[in-house]
């Protein structure tokens, strides 16, 4: 891979671990990679170019990659005429990027937290201007964080941001809740939290064996009729997957607000 890649707010969280994940899978050479950064300089990247001068930066690279917040966006959004673009913010939609960066070579991913130990979940979605080898490139390098799928329809990336793009957030308030609750019956809380944190890790373990149907698991526990079909029974019907169906209809209103905002 020849081509350099420019990470504008790669100072940021995400910027970083997606930067690193590039590194140390062999995506890019640290020569062939510049990240600019605004109060903090990105630390622990020997050899990468590190600067504030967003135009240098948009002007240098081959690939400009947005990796600020959307409402930091307009300050960053420098024409790059014919260059490939690939954003990681949501809510700025394809056809807004492709106006203000003056090119069609556009691309919108989505990652999540999980990025940073490379099990991201990340939806992409091209522009029609992006060509198979642009979108070859989105896909390796976010191959670096994790899983990839590219999707047809934009408005499904806005729908995975409040699905995937909350990473470790759903599970973590199921979590909480079930810590909670041993607390709250005697358990010593570090007992709690390690017992309850080690069950999601086996159940990520075990979902990347097999990558399974979850409704089919949740059967199979109910099928024994034994302790776990009474905890999954009396959790349904207390309205778990209404209360999921709330949540995710109130993530995707936030998104489509977030959408009017920065592409009126
Ligand atoms: N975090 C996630 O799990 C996640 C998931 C999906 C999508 N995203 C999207 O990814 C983007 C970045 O998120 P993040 O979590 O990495 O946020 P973040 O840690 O705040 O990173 C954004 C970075 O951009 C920098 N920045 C702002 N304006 C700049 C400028 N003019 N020049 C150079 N750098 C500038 C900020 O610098 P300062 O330190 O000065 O503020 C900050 O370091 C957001 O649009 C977010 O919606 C994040």
Redesign the pocket.
């Known amino acids: 891979m020849n081509q350099t890649l420019g990470i504008?707010?790669g100072?940021?969280?995400?910027?970083g671990a997606i930067a690193r994940a590039a590194l140390n899978r062999g995506v890019l050479r640290p020569e062939a990679l510049t990240l600019?950064?605004?109060?903090?300089p990105p630390r622990n990247m020997p050899g990468v170019r590190l600067t504030?001068d967003?135009r240098a930066l948009c002007d240098g690279a081959d690939i400009v990659m947005l990796?600020?917040?959307?409402e930091?966006w307009p300050?960053?959004a420098h024409p790059v005429p014919g260059k490939l673009v690939i954003s990681?913010?949501?809510g700025v939609s394809l056809e807004t990027m492709a106006r203000a960066h003056q090119t069609t070579r556009v691309i919108r991913a989505?990652?999540?937290?999980a990025a940073e130990v490379g099990a991201s979940y990340t939806p992409l979605v091209a522009w029609f201007g992006a060509t198979k080898a642009d979108r070859d490139f989105a896909r390796r390098l976010f191959e670096a964080c994790g899983a990839v799928d590219e999707i047809e329809d934009e408005a499904h990336l806005d729908y995975l941001s409040g699905l995937t793009?909350t990473?470790p957030a759903y599970p973590s308030l199921m979590a909480a809740a079930m810590v909670e609750d041993a607390v709250a019956r005697g358990l010593p809380e570090a007992i709690a939290r390690r017992a309850v944190n080690m069950m999601f890790v086996g159940t990520g373990r075990l979902i990347e064996t097999g990558n399974p149907d979850p409704a089919s698991t949740v059967e199979t526990f109910m099928a024994y009729r034994g302790v776990t079909a009474a905890g999954l029974d009396a959790m349904t019907q207390a309205g778990l997957p209404q209360a999921v169906r709330a949540g995710l209809s109130a993530a995707l209103a936030r998104t489509m607000q977030m959408n009017d905002a920065a592409n009126s």
């Not at 100072?11 to 910027?15: A, K, Y």
């Not at 600019?36 to 903090?40: D, F, G, I």
């Open positions: 504008v707010g100072g940021g969280w995400l910027g600019s950064w605004r109060s903090t504030q967003n990796s600020v917040r959307p930091d300050a960053v990681v913010m949501a989505l990652p999540n937290a793009g990473g």
